[in-house]
DNA sequence: GATACGGGCGAGAGCGCTCTCACGGGAAGC
DNA sequence: GCTTCCCGTGAGAGCGCTCTCGCCCGTATC
């Protein structure tokens, strides 16, 4: 009646086993079976036996965490508790984790302390690692010291990674844009340092080289103040604007709040798009039409390929982007009054 | 010139000292002194040697984990993604725990499979865990099984908590509606099963109470949905409503959709007061005056007493909240046009 | 009936680290 | 000069688990 917490060889003792068959038992391995399957279930139970994560990942070596690293590319702020983003990609992994018991190990850096932050993590047990925020030449240098690593950006070559069609939806959305009759859409691009903004950026330019429009564009740093300034910007240089393009709803949501303290009605007089299908999409009034990326199956998808795939370098899987459409798009025939 | 990476062995061998004279340098630790310390400080640094973090949780038997758990109290689609609350959590406790070189193992449990995976996180080894949203029957039992623990939401009184004054918050944002001359004050709450909710409630009723007001309110999820519908339910009952408190700035963001839609100005027929300050919050056209808790402040507190402190069962620490004052209240004689 | 084979099971050797304990030598006390 | 003490150091025993290896016994093969 020890007050500790029992070990397998508590278990083994109590079914009278060895312990390597209770090893067995438990981490359902062949090569025991029938009868004492039951016995050590029975004295699991009895025990309330839980094995010891840490004694499991030294001694197989295989440890069952899987590690999310972001370093925050222009919010030394700390991108978790500002862009809504990396909740859906927490809540993507999520599932799939607690399904094989494996854990979540969350890093959040900053770009002074990423480098050596990244060798620790590299250096340490992980089943892997699911990149999300950025720079290749750090996700290149991770990658040397990590194999087991997937990114959610598109990043260094070598990286593999889950990427989003983010070129095919900027290019959907400037379609889109220019198909309800607008003819000067305006963009608001992220911070060129973000190879996801710099996607976007081609899309956007594609499909107006398609439309034979004219750039006219900012760029701003993926927050909603400086989506908002961007889009006082766009205003006073092109009071003429119909449309706005925005490569994120953080930076979206502020271009509303913008538009409107502009005095322009949205969509009656200017059309907005945003990107991400975040919270931010929804919150911003009128809610936003908006690119979805499919976040949380990529997550998945990463994590899968880390806990089951083979990793090959320079792997990549593309995810398609999809037109969400909400209020800030509306037809302007079918809103009423 | 082994492949394999380095142990604490291999570097006592390069400084030629003993294994536990290389432990006791590296972990900082007193009896080693002079120069040996530098031998060993050089050998890690020649052979770019890393604790592994499993073989020491397991000697030692103190892991340099935090868990975070939370519960979705009535969003069975994972909170994380659609509450930008939990990123400020996050955000909260990274600094302390990297500062530390802990980690930050994230939970989002449902409340099917609650019961279990908190027992399994309560027989595992973790630095403690913070607790979010969770119930608190469940709470209780968590920390029956683990001493180690600190809520983050008022909970069952022998859990220890770090609570934010929730009932003062909602009190100072009914007050503050009133002074502005607003009369028909509703107010849409979260779930009566959150605790939050809860005290945001009782924090409404005394004020009204105070104010000799009648009340007005609805219940709905903590969701944009909720609030959007709830709005429109209160609309259609009262019209004449010239002001609105909600309990989160997620419903309140629906809310202020729901007014607009019903042909009201924000804030020049309606006041709406949003509570937690988070994205929602300034992504909501015009961005909403809310009730700001610190709950970065309050998430590290809680990193803080489980790593350094003295937890003894029911510890309350409470914290301020503090309104933030935008657009969304802003004085009918303050605005132009 | 003797030999070969194979599958179930147990013994035991680590995984990389922490920590206790015993030892040795120099400083302090008499 | 001897004892006492203490501090710095090293040896070694685990922490709880996985996994290899070899034993044993039951079945197949001749």
Redesign the pocket.
């Known amino acids: 009646m020890s007050r500790?917490?029992?070990?397998?060889?508590?278990?083994?003792r109590v079914a009278?086993?060895?312990?390597?068959?209770?090893?067995?038992v438990?981490?359902n391995?062949?090569?025991?079976?029938?009868?004492?399957?039951v016995r050590v279930h029975e004295a699991v139970a009895r025990l309330g036996?839980?094995?010891?994560e840490?004694?499991?990942a030294?001694?197989?070596?295989?440890p069952r965490v899987v590690d999310v690293i972001a370093v925050s590319c222009n919010l030394p702020g700390g991108w978790l508790g500002s862009n809504p983003y990396y909740g859906r990609v927490l809540a993507g992994m999520m599932p799939l984790l607690e399904g094989i018991g494996a854990q979540l190990r969350v890093h959040a850096l900053t770009h002074e302390s990423a480098a050596e932050s990244l060798d620790e993590i590299a250096a340490g047990v992980t089943l892997g690692a699911v990149l999300s925020d950025i720079t290749p030449a750090l996700a290149a240098r991770f990658h040397r010291r990590c194999r087991r690593v997937v990114s959610l950006v598109p990043t260094a070559e070598t990286v593999p990674a889950m990427v989003a069609d983010n070129i095919g939806g900027a290019y959907a959305a400037i379609t889109h844009l220019h198909r309800l009759g607008r003819r000067r859409i305006a963009a608001i691009h992220g911070p060129a340092a973000s190879t996801c903004a710099a996607d976007r950026r081609i899309g956007h330019l594609r499909a107006l080289q398609r439309l034979g429009a004219a750039e006219i564009s900012a760029e701003a740093a993926f927050t909603r103040e400086g989506g908002y300034d961007a889009a006082q910007r766009l205003l006073a240089q092109h009071p003429d604007l119909d449309a706005v393009f925005v490569a994120c709803d953080l930076m979206a949501a502020g271009a509303v709040q913008a538009l409107t303290a502009g005095g322009r009605r949205v969509p009656e007089d200017v059309s907005v798009i945003g990107f991400d299908d975040s919270v931010a999409a929804i919150c911003a009034n009128p809610p936003l039409t908006t690119v979805r990326l499919p976040v949380e199956e990529m997550a998945a998808a990463a994590v899968r390929l880390l806990l089951f795939g083979d990793i090959a370098p320079g792997h990549r899987q593309q995810f398609p982007a999809e037109l969400v459409l909400r209020q800030s798009t509306a037809r302007r025939d079918a809103r009423g009054s």
């Open positions: 500790s917490k029992p070990t397998i060889d508590d278990v083994a009278g086993v060895s312990r390597a068959t209770a090893s067995r438990i981490n391995a062949p090569g025991a079976s029938g009868p004492l399957r036996y839980r094995p010891n840490a004694a499991r030294l001694a197989s070596g295989r």
